[in-house]
Structure formats: C-alpha cells, structure tokens
C-alpha cells in the first residue's frame, strides 16, 4: 500500500529526526500525526508550514513513557483515520531521551528508569497499539513500524550514556523479536540506527559541539543531518522495502 493512501504516526516528531520524517512524508502526500511533549510552539509551527505547503499534519501531545497518554493519542489517531477515510499503515517510534554525560558509577537508578521509561517501555507501548490496529486478523492493512535505535547501541558510549546506549540495544532487541511475531499478519518491523546527527538532543546531555568533537573519527568525514536519517526512515516504510523485516539499518557514516 501507497505510503500516500494512509496515516503514518511519528511520536516525539515536533523537532530534529522526528520533524525532518514528518515534512518528508507530508510531502509525498501521506496524512502525519505526529506527538511532542513540551516543544508546543515547535509542533505548532511545524503543522503550519505542511499544510502551507498543501500537506496533512497533526500534532497531539503526548509523553510516551506514560500509558494513558499513549492509549489517548492513538485515541486520537482511530478518529483522524476515520475523519480521513484513510488507514494507519505506518509507526514510527522516533520519542527519546537522554541525559547529562556521566560515567555510569556516577548514575542513580533513577536516570536509568526515566530514560528506559521512554525509549524503552514508551517504544513497547506505541508498538503493541500499532500492531493491535494494523494486524489482518483485527481487520488492519498492515503496515510499517520504524523504530528509532542508535549506533550507541554497538558502541557503548562510555563515559557518557551508558543508560541511553544500553536502552537501544533494548529497543534492537525488540524490533527483531517483534518481527518474527508480527510478519504473518502483514507487519514488518525494522530501526533506523543514527550515527552523529546534528539535532537538539546533543545539547539536552550538556555538549551541543558533541558532532563537531567526534566527526573527525567518521568515515566519511563529518556529522550527519535529520534528514538524511529521515530518508532511510522513508525507504523502510515504503513498499521499496517489501522484503524487509527484522533489521537494524545503521546511518552513521561508517562510524
């Protein structure tokens, strides 16, 4: 099915990887709801310049790693599909958090439960609606689910987020669990692993020039852009990528 024919969700979309999915998938004609969490200026601007541009866009607020916000906003997404007439064919888990850099004796259990809390639990929560909608057995079209990981998860990132490292090796896991449980019923599940990306989230853990200390150990040279990511988040939920399922696509630069 036509990426353009349905509703893709996109959580934590108001900015970064997320916002750089969402103006790529409006563009090409697909309906996005996309969540936020505090940016309510950002993702009000972000829905004004889609539908500027002709595009359908949505912005609802919801904090992942709390599951009664997850089951309002895909509340949320039933009546916009129905408004529409449109199916929801397309999930991707892009919410995460990280925190301030730290070696990991210098942690507290409560760091590791927030940020397992999103990027964990709040991935799980988001993936098991999706699934209880696009499944054939439930009356679903089947659909995509993207996941966001990080090339952290195979690096380790010591010295600075072991927590948020060893979170996406979680969500890894999952992905290629989740693969083989849902294939039957039309569902593929696949992750995006970013290397050194230009976004906000470098200066949410207390080093914004973090791209700029480490592009000089990339392969190819530099840091990489949201929208480079958001591309490869595009092929996967795509029919381009028909046959695949269960993989974890690292854009990182060779890093």
Not at 219 to 243: C, D, K, M
Request: hydrophobic share 50%; with cysteine.
């Amino acid at each position: 099915m036509s990426q353009a024919g349905g509703v893709v969700l996109v959580t934590g979309g108001s900015r970064g990887i997320g916002a750089a999915v969402v103006r790529q998938l409006a563009a090409q004609g697909t309906a996005v709801l996309f969540s936020y969490r505090r940016e309510v200026a950002a993702a009000q601007a972000l829905v004004a310049e889609v539908q500027a541009a002709g595009g359908l866009a949505r912005a609802v607020p919801a904090d992942v790693a709390d599951e009664a916000q997850v089951l309002a906003m895909f509340a949320t997404l039933d009546a916009w599909c129905a408004e529409l007439g449109r199916p929801f064919i397309g999930l991707v888990n892009n919410a995460g958090v990280l925190e301030t850099q730290r070696k990991l004796v210098d942690m507290d259990v409560g760091r590791w439960e927030r940020v397992l809390r999103t990027n964990v639990i709040g991935s799980f929560l988001c993936a098991r609606e999706a699934v209880r909608r696009m499944a054939r057995s439930a009356g679903g079209a089947g659909g995509s689910i993207v996941n966001l990981s990080s090339r952290a998860a195979r690096l380790g990132a010591a010295f600075e987020y072991v927590d948020y490292a060893a979170s996406k090796a979680a969500v890894d896991a999952m992905t290629l669990g989740l693969s083989r449980e849902v294939a039957a019923e039309g569902i593929r599940v696949n992750a995006v692993a970013p290397g050194l990306i230009r976004t906000d989230i470098h200066a949410s853990g207390g080093e914004p020039g973090r791209v700029d200390r480490l592009s000089a150990a990339v392969p190819l040279g530099r840091g990489g852009e949201p929208e480079e990511v958001a591309q490869a988040v595009l092929w996967l939920l795509s029919e381009a990528s028909s046959y695949t399922t269960g993989t974890v696509l690292e854009v990182s630069g060779g890093r």
